[in-house]
Each structure stands twice: as C-alpha cells, then as structure tokens.
C-alpha cells in the first residue's frame, strides 16, 4: 500500500471532546498523501463544545495540518456538515479556494458516482427528536468516560483494549436493529439518486459492504476505532486502520529509501480488514491471531 492516495474520508473525529484522538489523525495525516481529502461531518463536536467540552491545542494542530496538505500538496479538502458541527448551517455553501464547506456532495471516480453524507440527514431521532439525541449524546459520552476507567485498569494488568460502546452496540437489540435499518436505509438513498454506492459516517461502525447491488462504505470515527476510508487511483476502495499501521517498519523503510534514492515508499500494514465478524468486541488493532 503506498503513501499516496487519490481520495482519503475521514468523519467523525468529535475535536474539542476528551476523547478525540487529534494526535493520532495528525500523525496519519502525515503519513498519507492524497488529492482530495473529505472531511465527512463531526470533525469538530459543537455540541460539547456548548457544555463541557474544551478546546486544546492539538485540536487546532489537526486544522494546521489540513492547511499545509492544502498548501504544500496541493490537496482539495471537502468539509461536509455533521450533527455535532451543525453551526456551520450558517455559512453553508462556502468555498475558499481548495477548501469547499458544503451539506453533502456526489463524488464521481472511476467510472463511478457516490453519494457522500455524513448520516444524520437520514436518523429521525436526530433530525426530528432533537432532544432524544442530545440525551443519547450524553449516554455515548458517558460511556467513553467509563471506558477510559475501564481500559486503564485493564492495561495496568497487561489486558487489551476493550470497546464498552461497541460492546453495548453489539448487545443491545435495537442499537443492533437501527445499524441495520440506518445502512439499508442509506444504500436505498444511493440508488434513488442513480449512485453505484453510498460513503458515510455518523454511527462510528467502519464498514464495507454491499447492500442490494449498492456499495455501502462507512468510515468509521477517530474517537475509538481510529480508521479512515482510501482510494487508489484505480478506484478501489479501502479500509485503514490507524492501529494496524506498523510505523517502526514504515521509519526504516522511509530511510532505506533516503539512501536509495526512492521517492514513494510504502506502507506496510499489520492487517487490513474488510468483512469484521458482527460480534468482534475488540476493535481491529486488538484481534487475536
């Protein structure tokens, strides 16, 4: 898998909460190089932001980066709104050279066309019972509140990471039901606006299916899984998972290359997954072999 891509899409990466993972997209966004660069809704979490949440430096520094991959690469970044980033309704459509802010867009490749929202559009709890998905929000924040409980207690005994929110998804009968019924409804969408697949985000499950003919492609969140959707110049499509990057390996390769006179190194990944198990608990990084 090489450094450079034509498309990368990342969504859901929740800045100015506790528990964005900024440092780690930082740290893949250097590592990667592409054309185009979606950032696919939620990237910063006003909803927080309003009550608890706490803007730090490193949240800025993801936005820093995005601007020198503008500036230095060249790269056409498309920030698509979330529910959590809601406030940017007020400026919508906006585009400021290589930077375009929009609701949703159709991106064409390949020969191909893909609807690209970030999810909410079609979740009637939140666009209808707003108050019901604030009270969810809390719960999800909870969650990742106890779960950082948890996973250090779990580390100090030399045990894996362990998902709570994954595991909740993945034992409650309705959050199983409306997973379902969200990418059914989505891949419907697809085909009703003559697209050959669907790519979102929203509901923090990476995945990568098909759904009655349609190409159903979510990529994932940057608060527990960590994973980003690629394309090559081919047109296929990928799944990477931050956790499964061996950087030891790509460090010496990069400086095997210096020497060699080489100019596109590349990545070697631990694992990339496409069809994960429904009741796998421990997220990609964690899988025993």
């Known amino acids: ?38 950032l696919n809704g939620d990237i910063i979490d006003g909803w927080q932001l309003k ?18 991959m503008i500036d230095n690469q060249k790269t056409k ?4 709104r979330g529910n959590h980033d809601d406030f940017l309704d007020q400026i919508l459509p906006l585009q400021i050279g290589n930077l375009s802010i929009q609701t949703d867009m159709i991106y064409e490749s390949a020969g191909k066309k893909y609807f690209i929202t970030h ?13 019901i998905a604030y009270l969810g929000d809390v719960g999800y924040t909870f969650l990742l509140w106890l779960n950082r409980i948890v996973n250090h207690y779990r580390f100090k005994r030399g045990l894996p990471y362990f998902s709570l929110s994954q595991y909740v998804k993945g ?9 379902d019924q969200y ?20 509901i923090h499950k990476a995945e990568k299916r098909i759904i009655d003919g349609v190409e159903y492609m979510n990529s994932g969140d940057w608060v527990e899984t ?19 990057i061996d950087f030891k390996s790509i460090r010496d390769l990069r400086v095997s290359s210096f020497f060699a006179g080489e100019e596109s190194p590349v990545i070697p990944l631990k694992q990339v997954s496409f069809d994960a198990s429904d009741d796998e608990l421990n997220p990609p990084a964690f899988r025993k072999l």
């Open 171 to 179: 034992k409650v009968k309705s959050a199983v039901s409306y997973i």
């Open 119 to 131: 999810g909410d559009i079609f979740d009637s709890i939140t666009t209808n019972l707003r108050w």
């Open 226 to 244: 960590m994973s980003a959707l690629a394309e090559d110049h081919e047109g296929n499509w990928q799944l990477i998972y931050y956790n499964e």
């Open 77 to 80: 970044v498309f920030y698509l």
């Open 183 to 202: 990418e059914t409804e989505l891949a419907k969408m697809a085909k009703a606006k003559g697209c050959d697949g669907i790519i979102c985000g929203h």
């Open 1 to 38: 898998m090489k450094t450079h891509f034509k498309t990368i899409i990342v969504s859901d990466i929740h800045l100015g909460t506790k528990g964005s993972k900024s440092k780690e997209i930082v740290r893949f966004l250097k590592l990667y190089h592409c054309e185009n660069l979606i």
């Open 51 to 68: 009550k608890s949440g706490t803007w730090k430096r490193k949240h800025t520094r993801f936005f820093n980066r995005v601007i020198k």
